[in-house]
């Protein structure tokens, strides 16, 4: 018994040194990326279908991260009737907008918008009047920083106007 009592002291004196606990480390950083502080969630664009009586139409989309967008000239505007621009733009990037210009679509024709307005790219459909055109062929545009965007304006006359809008 004198031999297990002596093991005994021996081993749990062995255990006791004069050097301080070990202090606990802080955890290695995390390598998940972290997200913007100035990104949102994107909102997912719906393109609306084509109306009755539209003039053209500008949809861009982002493709293997570069804007990408088709330009539809229907027919021309018509001498004495009132329009209308639909659009709606999307992005990641918080407080980003596009510009809206309608403008003549002729070869030569000037480069000054006839319509300009700004849509915020958050994912709320903007309509806005566009009033009389002149009796030519138009196109609508879609400027600014389009990286990082889903956006689509229609031109149509004002009777076509989605109902609730």
Not at 34 to 52: C, D, H, I, W
Not at 94 to 99: A, E, R, V
């Amino acid at each position: 018994m004198a031999t297990l009592l002596a093991v005994l002291a021996t081993v749990t004196l062995a255990g006791c040194t004069d050097d301080p606990a070990p202090q606990p480390r802080p955890a290695a950083p995390s390598q998940a990326p972290s997200a913007s502080a100035t990104s949102t969630p994107p909102v997912r664009l719906k393109v609306p279908p084509a109306v009755a009586g539209e003039v053209a139409r500008r949809v861009l989309v982002e493709k293997d991260g570069h804007p990408q967008g088709t330009t539809t000239v229907r027919r021309g505007a018509r001498a004495g009737q009132e329009y209308w621009v639909h659009a709606a733009c999307t992005s990641p990037t918080s407080g980003k907008t596009l510009s809206v210009e309608v403008r003549g679509a002729e070869p030569g024709a000037s480069a000054d918008a006839l319509v300009a307005f700004e849509i915020p790219c958050d994912g709320t459909p903007t309509v806005n009047g566009a009033g009389e055109l002149p009796a030519e062929s138009v196109a609508v545009y879609l400027s600014g920083d389009q990286s990082d965007v889903s956006a689509y304006a229609v031109l149509a006359p004002t009777p076509s106007l989605p109902e609730g809008k």
